[in-house]
């Protein structure tokens, strides 16, 4: 069921793409979520500043969308606006990084594989370990995305970024705090570009080394990671180990693969997923008394 919706007759009238009343799930890997209000897509930073200026003046919550790979929207759905980037601000270009590199410029709105693949193909060294992360550079940003002991993080340069005010600020790598999956920026709003500093590689092409593995691409609707690894420890591991591989609720169920991940097995519910997340922070708690925290983002009523 669909609470309320809230007014954004202000964002309705604005010549930006818009959709209205449209199911989250539709825009998220786990395939689940209710309707948000209005979801607009600004191809270009004058209709974002119109979009953002709007919602704020009318209070209006927004909440930045990059590819949903990493979202939990509740059944109810999201009252307020969902703002996405990927059809105005996928754009990847390079410069000289004048003695520190070259530097990789792209938008927020890019999805993070394309502008690895953009560098690889450049003969550009630092992305490789990101390959095949999915999602957008932006949502990467957010969530500090990496693989190992790598993270995007690592390779910032300046962030650029909307905030809540309407001010377009750029912040260097010094001023964001990047950690385990988690980046905190000096303010709160839409990422909409970065610079990443990488390397030239003396091959023309890079390898990309690290791939997911086989049985983790075949997986049904998940987003990948559900809780975050405790300091020396696997979050998967101490769910295997709970016994709560296969454990399912409705069409949720935990991977009999992968300890820490959730499929959605095709009509799952996020009410669902939100009960199997709660049974495993339960029983790893009664067992190991660690408090398992979340990686993804539960968002929504
Ligand atoms: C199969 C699979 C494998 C995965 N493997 C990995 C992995 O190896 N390593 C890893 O780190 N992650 C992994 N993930 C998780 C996910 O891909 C990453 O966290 C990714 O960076 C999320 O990006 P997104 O664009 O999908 O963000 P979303 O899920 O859309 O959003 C995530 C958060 O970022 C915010 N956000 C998005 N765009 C912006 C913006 N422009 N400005 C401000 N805030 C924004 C959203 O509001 C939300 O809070 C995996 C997911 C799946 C489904």
């Known amino acids: 069921m669909t609470a309320h919706p809230i007014d954004t007759h202000a ?10 009343r449209r199911p989250m799930r539709e825009f998220t890997s786990l395939r689940v979520g209710g309707e948000a209000d209005i979801i607009l897509f600004p191809e270009n ?9 709007t919602a ?15 979202l939990l929207v509740s059944d109810q759905g999201i009252r307020g606006a969902v703002v996405s980037l990927f059809r105005g601000f996928n754009y990847i270009s390079t410069e000289n990084g004048n003695g520190q590199g070259v530097i990789v410029r792209a938008g927020a709105g890019a999805s993070l594989s394309r502008v690895c693949l953009f560098a690889l193909n450049k003969g550009l060294e630092g992305l490789e370990a990101l390959t095949g992360i999915p999602g957008s550079l ?3 940003l957010t969530m500090n995305a990496g693989r190992n ?3 995007i993080g690592d390779r910032v340069k300046t962030v650029k970024m909307l905030t809540g005010k309407g001010e377009l600020v750029s ?13 905190e920026y000096p303010a709160r709003g839409v990422i909409v570009e970065a610079e990443l500093v990488l390397g030239r590689s003396a091959e023309r092409v890079v390898k990309a080394p690290d791939r997911p593995s086989p049985s983790r691409q075949v997986l049904p609707f ?3 990671s559900i809780f975050k690894n405790p300091p020396g420890q696997s979050a998967g591991t101490l769910m295997e180990e709970c016994g709560l591989k296969g454990e399912r609720e409705g069409d949720a169920q935990i991977s009999h693969l992968h300890g820490n991940i959730i499929v959605n097995r095709g009509s799952a519910k996020a009410a669902h997923i939100l009960k199997l997340m709660e049974r495993a922070r339960e029983s790893v708690a ?3 008394d660690i408090r398992l925290e979340e990686e993804i983002k539960v968002i929504g009523e």
């Open 11 to 20: 964002l309705s009238q604005l010549p930006v793409k818009k959709l209205h």
């Open 45 to 53: 930073m004058d209709e974002l500043q119109e979009v953002a200026s």
């Open 56 to 70: 704020v003046s009318r209070g209006i919550p927004l909440y930045p969308l990059g590819g949903g790979t990493n």
């Open 138 to 140: 932006g949502g990467s």
């Open 149 to 151: 002991s790598a993270s």
């Open 171 to 183: 912040f260097t790598r010094q001023e964001i705090d990047f950690g385990y999956r988690r980046a």
């Open 222 to 224: 998940n987003a990948g």
């Open 286 to 288: 009664a067992r190991f």
